[in-house]
């Protein structure tokens, strides 16, 4: 194997920042500024190796989703104006590149953190894409971004065990959705229950660990919880791989969910993710930008969670 780079990955797209839904759309292109001016104001972006995010093919993009989904999604991207894919989810004329960037990231970090190029990569991207299914785009979400890269890994190296690991405020539908047959990927998510999307509290199984939380749930009683309900089944699968939804919305000042984290939480479970990789992943992660719609908590716990894999490199 190569020697791996003393840099992590960062890897993002201008296009990324053009995909917008309409005005005063939460899921805006000034997330991802705010996470790119954050990274660059906390001396991180100038130590990580940027790469601009290659578009995800389809046949890449089927390896997770439907293939008649995939060629809906290619045939409705506008020329002008929006297409409306579900209530919270639309396209302009960037949206098809940007998600196709945005899934193409993840499976880029993969490779690279395969081959030993680097030894992590955060995926500074949007849209973000744990709520898009088999067959449906919905929250935001247009392809799975998590889920084509862990099937990619699963597909190009022969991996038997990824874990994807979910943050997020929100349940992780979508990734549930097209894992929850295949026991090669373990999904462990956190989220605010009950709560958008409504679902994962009652649908775990050996290799789905749901870890719902009430509203206003803080720091002490999210990492006792996370303690109880991910690590030890971490421990027993095992992962050659973890790939991170990295969500921010559970952040106690972002305007669209009630939870209580504050920065010293994504650093917590940073470093406690990069622990189990180091175990059994050869310290192999990558991470994708989810949710966070409070701008300056969005950036702020972006650094701290991008902090933490910088340190490890």
Known sequence: ????????????????????????????????????NALENAGLAKQMQRIDAPPASEAALVLAHDADYVASIFAAAPT???AYLDPDTSMNIYSLEAARRAAGAVVEGVDRVMSGANRNAFCAVRPCGHHATYDHAMGFCIFNNVAVGARHAIEAYGLERVAILDFDVHHGNGTEDIFHDDERVMLCSSFQHPYYPGTGADTGNNHIIPTPLAARTGSAAFRRAIAASWFPALHDFKPELI????????????PLAYLDLVEDDYVWITQEILKIADLYA????????????????????????????????
């Open 243 to 254: 790939i991170i939804s990295a969500g921010f919305d559970a952040h106690r000042d972002d």
């Open 282 to 313: 050869e310290g192999r992660v990558v991470s994708a930008l989810e949710g966070g719609y409070n701008l300056t908590a969005l950036g702020a716990s972006a650094a701290a969670h991008v902090g933490v894999l910088v340190a490890q490199t």
């Open 80 to 82: 002008h104006d929006y």
């Open 1 to 36: 194997m190569p020697q791996s780079n003393t840099k992590s990955a960062l890897i993002t797209h201008a296009v990324c920042l053009q995909h917008e839904m309409g005005p005063h759309h939460p899921e805006s292109p000034s997330r991802l500024h705010a996470v790119l």
